[in-house]
């Protein structure tokens, strides 16, 4: 008798274990079929040489930048510097830019579903829209004159990407053969926008900003003044010229390095640190499944005057590019904003509607009493810096930066900001890797595209 309970006890512990086993399959099989249809090494759905043999890729307008011909090779926008500019949204014929639409979204493109998995009796492949606009891709992509670096731009609101542009780039309808070491090609395949991090220059005070807003109760009535260099922790912290006697707004304006020094070391290592973890910098956020760059700001030892230079946005300061979109973002919609995507819907040979998409917003990560006073003093930046003129028709908030990276290069150029019109509810940026001046280089990309975004092409 105690033999018979002793086998029955093991048969019902290996029911459960099968059971078990059997639930996570399909539990996996569930959120993880899609990525398992849309293997690589699946010869369903790509062609001999590599290439995604279903599926079509189009732009916000419709326009198709990417399909299959009827000898399942992979075709291209007829326009070679769309192709170009729209590279890495897109993706290249062997695959290798692992963020691209024909990679990340393999299983959406082949039309997987549950039910019939790839082999989808309706017709193989989908329509994949994306967010982007084609033509702003195209028009950032000639603006940055050759220059490696990224642009960005999306609705604040929805969280829709309208321009994504990462360079360098090539011709996917005609690769170029690539050396291993080739400075031309020095990470091609990776999307700088999405996947790349810099030093952040001056960019990065609107954060100190920020901070001291919410925990230096005389700012607004204290007065500075500006030598040229100014003595932080021992050392100089120097600007390119001396700014004079200054108010905390034409501190910004002027983007005066001795200053936010001064105020970074005030508020000290800890807050800093508080305020950069706030503002989503140091967070990877996720673009349809993609993960961002992670940003980096690390006090740990440092000096006072090494904290000084982390309020400017250099010592070993680092920033993505679509992160530092988003705190943009945070600062135009009153300290929460939309958190971005790229595509805009599926379609299909199945009677089934596109599922809709439901915009996520991040948390609150400022007060917005303070992102409203940054704002406006972002917007009299642009009025007594950069020059209204270059931006007609914009109630823009802007902050430039040249960011210093050593080894005899130039500066990295950013140009970071947004729109207060209520049809344009838009935030962007522009780095340009040694590109020199930000107001100057990268405020020149950004006023080329925004100007086709709100006035027209």
Not at 49 to 70: P, Q, T, Y
Not at 98 to 112: E, H, I, M
Request: proline share 4%; charged share 15%.
């Amino acid at each position: 008798m105690k033999k018979i309970e002793k086998r029955t006890f093991v048969c019902l512990a290996l029911t459960l274990l099968l059971l078990l086993g059997l639930g996570l399959f399909v539990l996996r099989f569930f959120l993880k079929g899609g990525d398992w249809a849309s293997f690589a090494a699946n010869r369903h759905l790509y062609n001999s040489n590599g290439s995604l043999a279903v599926g079509r890729v189009l732009d916000r307008d419709g326009d198709v930048l990417s399909w299959v011909d009827e000898s399942g090779n992979r075709q291209y926008y007829e326009n070679a510097t769309v192709r170009k500019a729209t590279l890495h949204a897109v993706g290249d014929l062997s695959g290798s830019i692992g963020t691209s639409a024909l990679v990340a979204f393999a299983d959406q493109l082949s039309g997987y579903n549950f039910l019939t998995g790839a082999d989808n009796p309706f017709g193989q492949g989908n329509d994949l829209y994306l967010t982007l606009d084609a033509r702003l891709n195209y028009i950032a992509y000639q603006a940055m004159n050759g220059k490696k670096g990224a642009v960005g731009v999306y609705n604040y609101e929805t969280g829709e990407i309208l321009c994504m542009v990462s360079t360098p780039t090539f011709d996917p309808a005609n690769p170029p053969t690539i050396e291993d070491g080739d400075p031309q090609y020095e990470g091609v395949y990776l999307n700088r926008f999405l996947s790349g991090t810099f030093t952040p220059g001056s960019v990065f005070k609107t954060i100190t900003l920020t901070a001291a807003i919410e925990n230096i109760p005389d700012l607004f009535s204290r007065s500075f003044t500006c030598t040229g260099s100014t003595t932080v922790g021992g050392e100089e912290i120097t600007c390119p010229f001396a700014h004079g006697e200054m108010d905390i707004n034409s501190a910004l304006a002027n983007s005066c390095n001795g200053v936010f020094a001064q105020l970074a070391t005030e508020l000290g290592a800890e807050t800093m640190s508080k305020y950069v973890e706030k503002a989503g910098i140091l967070d990877s956020y996720s673009v349809d499944g993609i993960a961002t760059a992670k940003g980096s700001f690390d006090l740990t030892g440092a000096s006072t005057s090494q904290i000084g230079w982390s309020g400017v946005g250099q010592y070993n300061d680092l920033v993505n590019p679509c992160a530092m979109m988003v705190w943009m973002g945070v600062i135009a919609n009153q300290g929460k904003t939309a958190v971005p995507y790229l595509i805009s819907k599926t379609e299909g040979d199945l009677p089934l509607p596109s599922l809709p998409h439901f915009t996520k917003k991040t948390d609150q990560l400022i007060d917005a009493d303070t992102a409203q006073v940054v704002g406006d003093m972002m917007a009299n930046n642009v009025r007594e810096t950069y020059g209204s003129s270059r931006f007609p028709n914009m109630d823009i908030c802007a902050k430039s930066g040249t960011a210093e990276v050593g080894g005899g290069k130039k500066p990295n150029a950013w140009f970071a900001g947004f729109l207060r019109n209520s049809d344009a509810p838009y935030a962007f940026v522009v780095v340009l890797e040694e590109g020199g001046s930000g107001a100057n280089a990268a405020g020149n990309v950004a006023a080329q595209v925004l100007d086709a975004l709100v006035n027209g092409y």
